[in-house]
């Protein structure tokens, strides 16, 4: 048995199975169709082969998920900032800054742990038994028992063990939409097919493992196990995929290691200027240090977890599950979206769409439209030639398709069981692959009537008629056909059926003798139809700049059909097959995928290629997707969307956001919390870098002016806690910017301080260091003895006043509502009360350095800052008005993510 001992684990990995006839695998696996393996050679392979399961990749524990939750770079820092904050004295702040480090990790390694359970999921798919031909007897034995050359029994509801080539198919069909996108029940055949390079949704003689046989019977012979499978492929490409950082995560990582090492640099200056001028070391360290603990936004990554999940809360009660918080975020940078059709822009439910009876198409039918004698046979053969059923509960046993006839005559009143009382089936030829036919033959009248359906092209030659009203005109075939072609070109699944009458049974049934001399009745389309809100959703994420593609192992004619009912194709636009795709290079398909918006019969791992090669040229992908064929490309999508009704584990464990009514719709409400979330944590920068810069440039510019060092490094370290703390996560409940959902994506490659906010941090920080300079300046010059206070409450306040006009980035603080957001209304209303309360509460005096203000100087102190406000109300004045902080144009924009695409992509 040389061949077989060396072909199950390298050799049968090369061979085309589906262009080999029966008999010629059996003889490369030296195996018997009626016998199956030996028992002893089963054991033989099964040692060398290995156990017919899917294997895990090697896993991180939950200690090591748990540490790298600390090797982030911010995270880093504000470890080091919270044990400097312990060391000069100030423990509630190291306290505070170490409780929002742990409550980041622990989020992240929730995610994380539920993330890695995709591989557990994948194995539920195997059968856990499986009936086998060993030694010419039928046994039951372990589906992980399986090897290449076994033979494989297969019965309607079975879970399919192992890749097989089928031996024998009687009229077995198999349900593949987790493996291929097919969204009907595959029809299944036993000969050899030609073409090598066949998609796997077309080896009609192939049974893959994870499959189910939903009618009929067959038996194969295993050609594949374990990881060998094409569900084996796919575990691979799941393991071996790493996934992307998202955009937040790089942000935010630039963010703080720019932050963290400019405040190494101002804490540097700061002691080394201070101790030049004569101050003391010990007094300069702190305040350096101070300075340097301030200028870190430690608040950030608290803001960032509780906007993500907030977001995450709100979406999960508008059927949008987030597994992944920072997925939240990164819906708002996405550009394309990649989604599987069945299921997800359809119902997933075969519905008849077009009859063409009585000399001409129907779309709509009525009782008026069943009278003639052509529709009345037709909805008849509907019925009767039909081994679909309804329950009494309304449950729809069957296949899909003939589910679909069934619904036709019941909108006429006709119940298949009623039918079936006035005209029992007597008889019937079984549908195969071969014929492309079925006929059932039922008594009526004292005679039997035949109603034979199947493909039109075998049909049609077999009609010597066709039924017109009442009256047999003869047949034109080729008008039949072309408008067959027309149909089948618009996406509808095609049936045609004709009908003879018969004195008795005849004898014998054969079909070369029952179906011939046949009288068409008509042709029957069906699809499955896009989900009525998926229009307007594709609407609505195209007036969003986002552009939706359809990625499906379905036929090309149905995918593009479903996609130009959807608005997704234009003009320009293309469809591609992935036998298409197979030929492009990489470089040639690149550059043309921002062009096709039908990719039609892909594989798995097309389908990761077609995500890459849209982040290759710069773009941000959403993949949306249900089964098991799915789950790679989830993964290495920067945005993973899964099924939660009709998704298969996989899917859903693979994923980053997961629709709870499998609504494509919903993905829009997606994409609008995360844009808001985002707008949000960018205010949030905003406002707290607004701030710090303020407090630097008063300690460091009032020294070089010749003036006291303005704040003490507990009043600097104050100010910091309590205007980054409650009013800085007050902005991450506030509503989303009224165009949100008109504008284009951010661009990937986008920075946090675009579109005017490095401007802005640093005019409005220059501003409130020039008003604490000049209060400091004015107090002295009065001869006040609290100009240490003053200027501790000008800076505080200032901010407090900057946080409530940055609210919207463009519209007024009066338009959007003062009390519009309660929550910061609140948190700036307590942070004036804590104020207070340090400059006149004698037991904080003595902590605080502070004093109380006179009702003159408390006025100033109160009014001052208000020039805040008024200046960034000005600001978005001028930026409604298009005189600053413009956005590039597209040329522009298309240029920076060109280069941004050239660049290296870094992976989690």
Known sequence: MTAARSAPSRETASVHWHCLSPEDVSLRLESSRDRGLPGAEAARRLARCGANEIREAERRGPWRMLLDQFTDFMIIVLM???VISGAIGEPQDAIAILVIVLLNAMIGFIQEYRAERAMVALKKLAAATARVLRDGAVSEVPAAALVPGDVVLLDAGGVVPADLRLLEAVALHTEEAALTGESTPVEKQVAALSDPELPVGDRRNMAYKGTVATYGRGRGVVVATGMQTELGKIAALLAQEPG???PLQRRLEQFGRRVAIAALAICAFVFAFGVLRGEPPVLMFLTA??????????ALPAVVTISLALGAYKMVRRNALIRRLPAVETLGSVTFICSDKTGTLTRNRMRVEEIHADGRPWREWDGGSARSESWRLLLQAMALNNDASVLEDGREIGDPTEVALLAVPAVHGLSKAGLESQMPRVAELPFDSERKCMTTLHRRDGGVIAFTKGAPERLVEKCVAVLNGAEQMPVQADVILAQAERMAHDGLRVIAFAFRVWPVVPA??????VEAGLVLLGLVGMIDPPRPEAREAVAVCKAAGITPVIVTGDHPATAKAIAARLGIMEEGTRVITGRELARL?????AAQVRDIRVYARVDPAQKIRIVEALQSRGEFVAMTGDGVNDAPALKRAEIGIAMGRIGTDVAREASHVVLLDDNFATIVTAVREGRRIY????????????????EIVTILVAPLLGLPLPLLPIQILWVNLATDGLP???LAVEREEPAVMRRAPRPPHESIFAHGIWQHILWVGLLMGALSIYTQWWAIERGSQHWQTMVFTVLALSQMYHVLAIRSERESTFAIGCFSNPALLGAVLLTFGLQLAIIYVPAL????????????ELAFSVLLPSLVFVGVEIEKWMIRKGWIYRAPGPAIQRGRAARCAAEPRRHD
């Open 508 to 513: 014998p049934l054969k079909p070369e003798q």
């Open 679 to 694: 707008d949000n944590i960018r205010k949030f920068v905003r406002f707290v870098m607004g701030g710090n810069t303020g």
């Open 80 to 82: 080091v900032a919270a």
């Open 244 to 246: 992307v950082r998202t």
């Open 845 to 856: 005096q003595p902590i605080f350095k502070s004093g109380a203000l006179s009702a003159e």
């Open 585 to 589: 290079g990489a470089e040639e398909f």
């Open 289 to 298: 240090v101070s300075l340097a603990v301030a200028a870190i936004p430690e």
């Open 728 to 730: 800085g996560l007050a």
